[in-house]
DNA sequence: TCCCATACTGACACCGGGTGTCGATAAGGT
DNA sequence: ACCTTATCGACACCCGGTGTCAGTATGGGA
């Protein structure tokens, strides 16, 4: 089902601007917007369009090789995760992130839906609160 | 915490657009973006701006009467619902929408987040599928 | 019933995240 | 090297939503 990190798409070429976007993304730890991750590659003297960005994160998104969270804003926000399957617990001050698994959860999720007759089911489950770190 | 539904804020004043919108929710159990109730409105013969529209559904929403979700797309759509804390089962076709609760996900998250030392810890769960009147 | 301070309305300009376009650029297979 | 074509990125544009502000209407008081 999930494919290993360093994926070889048929037709798909390695350019500078992936590359620096895929190690910016290796070494934050947190969710980041898109302008963001255009800021800081330009801080760091990437030259790189922002449009690019735009759509290289989205790819990453797609291919599942990134994961994807909604601000309250409405802003989308990146971050490199794990393969397997889990949610995030999110500080609402410094963003600084957790991943949480919770197979109770999980199947909460499927048996109230499959009781009311729903099928292809899909859930989505964040925590967001304040760090221990942000409370002094 | 929270209070009872027809709440009366001093120096708030009833309209008829409020109360155009109010109805309007009421008759409808599935969420709406404020295009759509616009679109509804103005279909029914209410002459309302979209701009009132937007406003009244945001301060609805902050006054804990109507429930907010944000689509895929980043759009906010808005439903009137039961006052007690739930989360929703939408159907990805017809956005048929059923309030379920769950107790030990309530529990799950909590603990979770204190275990991380996190504070003031709130949640979004949204479960997300195909009804069965959609399978057909 | 009339008055009036002011909450509300809504047309309009504007904001900001994100997308479509398309000529220029550069992978990478041969 | 050469050529096909994926990719880049400046730019125009889309669209949900917000700030402004002159005009309107509510509702507490006289
Ligand atoms: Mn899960
Ligand atoms: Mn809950
Ligand atoms: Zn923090
Ligand atoms: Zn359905």
Redesign the pocket.
Known sequence: MTESRPTV?P????????AAIGDLLDQLDDFR???DIHEELRRRGE??????????L?ALADAGEIDVL?TS?????YRRCSDTHHHHLVCRVCRRTVEVEGPAVEHWAEKVAVEHGFAQIDHTVEIIGTCSGCRS
Chains 1, 2 share one sequence.
Do not use: F, K, N
């Open positions: 798409v037709g798909q070429r390695s350019t500078r601007q992936r917007s898109a302008q030259g790189i369009g922002l449009t690019t960005v735009y759509r290289t989205q909604r804003a409405g802003e989308a926000s």
